[in-house]
């Protein structure tokens, strides 16, 4: 099973972004799962930006909070970031998680860029 990133991209301040996470593969379903986004700027540690459960509910850094959005279908094996609002600071390479209890899943990281 793989996780698959993509939408990151170069925006201006103020503009927005949607990030998708798909997972593929045999063992590929991500129903039973908590979704999460990371991201990891420079030189910085990796960061939680928001996770939604397998139940629907979620949770958002702080930073976000009111400006990203996140979403999961789990008849397509993805879950979606909406960024809004964005600022420089968000400028990172977010990475998609797929976890239950101790099993973490990582995706390979898509590179979002803000410029002022």
């Known amino acids: 099973v793989q996780l698959q990133a993509s939408g990151g991209g170069l925006v201006q301040a103020g503009g927005s972004l949607r990030l998708s996470c798909t997972a593929s593969?045999?063992?590929?379903?991500?129903?039973?799962?908590?979704m999460g986004w990371y991201r990891q700027a420079p030189g910085k540690q990796r960061d939680l930006v928001a996770v939604?459960?397998?139940?629907?509910?979620?949770t958002y850094a702080d930073s976000v909070e009111g400006r990203f959005t996140i979403s999961r279908d789990n008849a397509k094996n993805t879950v979606y970031l909406q960024m809004n609002s964005l600022k420089p600071e968000d400028t990172a390479v977010y990475y998609c998680?797929?976890?239950?209890?101790?099993?973490?899943?990582w995706g390979q990281g898509t590179q979002v860029t803000v410029s002022s």
């Open positions: 593969g045999s063992s590929g379903s991500i129903f039973r799962f908590n």
């Open positions: 998680k797929r976890s239950l209890l101790n099993s973490n899943l």
């Open positions: 939604i459960r397998s139940d629907g509910t979620t």
